[in-house]
């Protein structure tokens, strides 16, 4: 009996947390499957009848189709870069030795603490002054920068507990540093750089602000600025909005359900010792 | 810069705007510092580059400029080369601008909010003066009140390109039900809260009001903010720095908002709601009233029908020489600094200001050009009409147009906004207005110098 | 940051010759070095100069501190700070309730695997959303509201996100419950490594479920919480714009003015450049210390772990 009571209360905090954490994204979604009308009616009910018409509206004229490629090409360049430069330069903080090394290790949280929008300016002077404005790779390389301290923070702590002894044997068979790392030592990692990429890509995709200065042109957009900016047309539609959102949210969501298992023991590798 | 133009109905999409107008405006430097391109020192020919906005708040303008533009060039008026008319992004409008300005090229004609929204660029030197290109003729064809807007320092800068007027709509039939006259709406301030009550007791929301995204307090001052000012001057006064931002003359006005506010006359949830979801609540049959641009009072018109929409405007309870004033502004077209084209587009706004080209604009987007050859016979809705009349009747002044936005931002804003609270005080907000402005002075210092230049029009 | 001492002996059983010049190492940091310069160095470099500039009449400008000056006097700049301690609460909040569930779904408790995958879900919803979809649930009128109306809870009904003293709670609230998911899963992944030895023999001293928390649970993850502590009080400073963007505005009556609002608003709706660097500086140099004092409570936490 004890033991069920105990099961009993676990079980009562995880289930109000679930609650807390499903309740808006039920709203979000059930809404997206009335007419306005039927939202205003009762904003939490089931649809009398489930709709897409929302769905529809959401779709049509906006160019979703160019916006969706936008985010998707940004985001899987910048997630791909960010993770190749940032295992080696973690695979070098953490198994060489070199002069500086000590100093690159110290800058890695500094740079984390910097908000995005005090360098925005500069980054646009710069940037702007190049002709890369309206165009993609502006922004995949600021995602670069940004991802990569935290990619490296992360895969550090990972290589760090890399057993030494693959690495002797991989030497012995006469492989420089790149061969080793190339051959042996990515092959190895794959939960750890499973868990920095799906990190990163949740930034890249969900990313607002320097899209949104730096990719201003109806070609160059990505998704979320392009919803963001047509809120006010689509938000006097609710369930159109909230069909808009679901839109965006939907790859996030599947590149996140495709890769948890490795979510977990990435993490375990990869954080604090 | 800030969409706080009336009318335009953004939410968000005006804070996103400024950041992408600043972000243009830091191109500046390093632009002008590293590049090594030659200034687009065009001769007078090649294409005249218009770039244009409107079509976001007028729909329909942007099929006439297109037909307009298209009738102009086979005209062969213009025999250097082409007009190429470009409508700009809401969010771009000013970055694009800024941007292309700062390399000196861009275009010859470009168009911005009004008033001090326009002033800014002009202040940075970006903007030409349009009185040594446009005949005088042209120019004093367009009523004072709209010019006087972007007249500074001596010059013309902008040519009034259509109005933008805005003003209350209220539900004929809710009046009706309320005891009220449908025809006659209230116009003193006595009236007005004699009305509102009538309309709260028959059960519906007096004003429908959102304030969420910060563009009400614009509209609330203009409308009210005005009404102890004996002329023009007393509006930029306090920012030339000829006098304190104080006294009834200046706070008056947030006595009476907090009148309407407290006796219950807004829907109950304005600090939860965006500006275009309160006037929702009119368009939706829950609310009696709601403030709008006129475009948008037109639409209001056409869909519930002129037996229900009728419009008002803001009643009188000041006792200044503007306290009864048409709260009118309109939107501008300048020739740019570096255009070096300036009798060419002086010669495409000319015929844009054609009778037969204005009533073209209007019949397709019920945009009205502010000139003296612009026939009020030929407006048609019962919204358009009733406006062109009031505005005869007494001078025309929008305050939003002659303050400097941080005075609206860290100023109105948060003091109308916490006079929405349960225990906002007049105080606080007075404190807020002045504070603003002291910000603002020891911030913005060449503005400053600029107001100090500002000789209104008389 | 600093190695420990395990950290140091591995590494150096992996240096290659010390003295020999080995191009190695540095090619392997090469592209990320270059990346980090033109995206954080030079802009860097940029704003410091900036913040030092002061605008003169005429377009000149003079060097000196009185940008610093001007910010640190502008009341909204407090003004923001304090708004930015508030969302400080978040943290030992966060630290709070995902500690516990990570042990109870590392406890496997009944349906784990569901509420581990729950858990993360708001985690990656992009900001934007998560913003506007709360602002509907906020509302005056709102669901949350209805909610409590039908509990018969209506003293607890609140304009949410327009009254200026529950707004900057609840933009607290929709940070927790987006940032929960990371922790838990942080957490949990660190549980996982725990041995099942010390487990069992705990069960065998009849530890109860409080005592094996407190005693095993909790120091075995003592430096995962640190680290977790570290990066949410950055997130809080640096990382929150979006939220309050979509949400307030910073409003109403600026009573959700964070510091990176400010420096939007220096930058890009006022147009004051030197002001916003030197707000840049400022916050940096805030962050700067935080990093410091938690680089302290790192060192003595690794002494109390060995």
Known sequence: MKAVGTQAAKQIPMVILALIILLPLYFLVVNSLKTNAEFAASPLAFPTTVTFGAYKKALQGQGIGRLFLNSAVISVFSVFFATVFGALAAFALAKMDFRGRSWGLRLLLPLMVIPPIALLVPQFKVLSAAGLVNNPSSVILIYIGIMLPFTIYLLRNFFLSFPEEILESARLDGNGSLGTFWRVVLPLSGPSLLTASIVNFVFAWNELLISLVFLQSDNSRTLVVGLTIFQSRLSLNVPVLMAGLTIATIPVLLVYLFGQRFLVRGLLSGSGK | MRSNAPGSAFTRRGFLQSGLLAAGAMALPAVLAGCSQSAGKTGQKGALNVWWWGEQEAAGMKGWMNSTVAAYNKSGRDKLGQVKAVLQQSDTLYTAFRTAAAAKTGPDIQYFWGGTQALEDVWAGRVAPLDGALPKSLIERVPKDSRRETYWDGHQWGLPFYELNTAFAYNKKMFERAGLDPENPPTTWDDFIAALAALKKSGVTPFGAGFKDAYLGGWLVSYFGQQEFDSVEDAIAPFRGDVEYSGEKYFGWLDRVKELIDKGYFNDDVLSLDLYQGQQLFETGKAAITNSAQPQIVGFERELGSDTVGVMLAPVWGTGKLAKSFPGASQVLTMTSFSHKEDRSAKFLEYIREPAMMKAMYDACGAIAPDSKFDNAWLTSNTDKRMAELKTQMPSFWFQYYYPFPFENNGVTPAVQQLFQPGGTIAAGQKMLTDSISKWKKQQASEVRAYKKWELLK | ?306
């Open chain 3, 1 to 306: 940051m600093t190695a420990t001492a395990t950290e140091r002996t591995s590494s150096r059983a992996e240096v290659r010759r010390p003295g020999r010049r080995n191009p190695a190492p540095y090619l392997f940091i090469l592209p990320a070095v270059l990346v980090l310069a033109l995206v954080f160095g030079y802009p860097l470099l940029t704003v410091i100069w900036d913040s030092f500039s002061v605008p003169q009449l005429l377009g000149t400008s003079s060097f000196g501190l009185d940008n610093y000056a001007t910010v640190l006097t502008d009341p909204l700049f407090l003004k923001s700070l304090l708004n930015n301690l508030r969302l400080f609460l978040a943290v030992p909040i966060l630290t709070i309730v995902a500690v516990p569930v990570a042990a109870l779904l590392f406890e496997r408790v009944r349906g784990w695997r569901i509420y581990q995958s729950i858990a993360f879900v708001p985690y990656v919803i992009a900001i934007p959303v998560v913003g506007i979809v709360f602002s509907y649930v906020l509302q005056r009128n709102g669901v949350l509201n209805d909610a409590l109306h039908a509990l018969r809870l209506d003293a607890l009904v609140h304009d949410w996100l327009g009254d200026s003293g529950t707004a900057i709670w609840s933009v607290l609230f929709v940070i927790v419950w987006q940032q929960l998911g990371f922790g838990i899963v942080l957490f949990v992944a660190r549980l996982s490594s725990l041995e099942n030895s010390l487990i069992e023999a705990a069960l065998l001293d009849r530890a109860n479920w409080w005592q094996r928390f407190w005693n095993i649970l909790i120091p075995h993850l003592a430096t995962t919480i640190e680290f977790f502590f570290t990066l949410s009080l950055i997130n809080m400073l640096s990382w929150v714009f979006n939220y309050v963007f979509v949400m307030t505005g910073g409003g109403p009556a600026q009573s959700t003015n964070v510091l990176e609002m400010l420096l939007y608003t220096y930058a890009f709706r006022d147009g004051l450049p030197n002001l916003a660097a030197a707000l840049s500086v400022i916050v940096l140099l805030i962050s700067l210390v935080l990093l410091a004092i938690q680089a302290a409570i790192r060192r003595r936490v690794e002494r109390l772990e060995n």
